[in-house]
């Protein structure tokens, strides 16, 4: 029998949240009861801050975040940034550039002020948030790299399919940046160099004494990989990408049925 971890990460869209973006009663109860017996429970995610609202109200209490995929760590019941590795804007410039130039239509946007506003090019397609106040069209790409960036997103309605158009983006910013994906739509995310799932919930554990060996991590695409590959134990759900499925140690089953919740009653013995 494994020793029962001491800190529970998780990622949030297809993983903890069902395909309509709703968490369930049960999956935050089992949440809510996992804290309260004093095992610290991280929400590791692509999003930025300012949508992290519309999970927290769904919670039983805010829970600590790695965010952009690991570019920002937040502690919501402070309102307060630990932690922020954001893309220079030189480096975004030379980003930008090499993108422009290795991908024909690509769009862009960036995640700004540790991901409370974001700027767009006015070609960028909007998904979610695109009436919210703290979203901008750009009058100049300049202004894409005028500050400094937690995420840069990249979008090319050439290259549909997400695996491919992340190695094509991959490949034009080697050595330069990390480029990822958490989407099926073809959204390509981009960190600093070293900036991962993983290494924002390195620093995190670090802080509060935790080891690697301790954390049991949950994920479902590839922005997850570097975290399960890095955690003590890694379970993806059924719905998850292969690239997640591959390095997991567990699978169970998927973010519509409460995979998660149901992994962690076995382990903690809750029901």
Known sequence: MEATPRLIASDIDGTLLRDD???SAHTAAVLARISAGGTPVVLVTGRPIRWLRLVYDQLAEPLPAVCANGAVVYDPVNDEVLRADP????LLAEVARRLRAEVPGVSLAVEIVDGRQMRHEAHYPLRWDADEAAIRVV?????LHSLPAVKLLARAEA???PD???QLVAEALTGLAEATHSSRSGLVEISAVGVTKAAGLAWYCHRI?????DVLAFGDMPNDVPMLT????????ANAHPAVRAVADDVTSANSTDG???YLEKVFGVD
């Open 209 to 213: 004494g935790v080891e690697a060996a």
């Open 159 to 161: 290259h549909p399919d």
């Open 260 to 262: 998660v919740a149901t």
């Open 164 to 166: 491919r158009f992340t």
């Open 21 to 23: 973006r709703t968490l």
């Open 230 to 237: 890095w955690a003590g134990r890694a379970v993806a759900v």
């Open 87 to 90: 893309l220079a804007p030189e």
């Open 139 to 143: 009058e100049h790409p300049d202004e």
